[in-house]
């Protein structure tokens, strides 16, 4: 089992910045990937970003490249997802999710935490 817990969402202007976090405890980390996704409104969750706890190895989103930002803190068992330049598109509800490494599925998932950017 791997718990996770998001924090750090909010309501921005579009423009602005917020940083996510994804505290992760649970099995050994190092053999599981953790990825972000959001869910807006109407429309399918969808992919955001994802990085290798043991490599730092990342991947994003066409939609976000450039604007978000992941990494991770092994001595926190935390992953942050930087979110700059915001726009009201990005508004959604972000949850985090632990794949393990070798499997297509993400087994894991948090409970979600609210983005709101206004316009």
């Known amino acids: 089992q791997v718990q996770l817990v998001e924090s750090g969402g909010g309501l921005v202007q579009a423009g602005g910045s917020l940083r996510l976090s994804c505290a992760a405890s649970?099995?050994?980390?190092?053999?599981?990937?953790i990825g972000w996704f959001r869910q807006a409104p109407g429309k399918e969750r969808e992919f955001v970003a994802v990085?290798?706890?043991?490599?730092?190895?990342?991947g994003y989103a066409d939609s976000v490249k450039g604007r978000l930002t992941i990494s991770r803190d092994n001595a926190k068992n935390t992953v942050y997802l930087q979110m700059n330049s915001l726009k009201p598109e990005d508004t959604a509800v972000y949850y985090c999710?632990?794949?393990?490494?070798?499997?297509?599925?993400?087994?894991?998932w948090g409970q979600g935490t609210q983005v709101t950017v206004s316009s």
């Open positions: 999710a632990a794949q393990q490494l070798g499997t297509t599925r993400y087994d894991f």
């Open positions: 990085i290798s706890w043991r490599m730092g190895t990342t």
């Open positions: 649970g099995r050994t980390l190092s053999s599981y990937a």
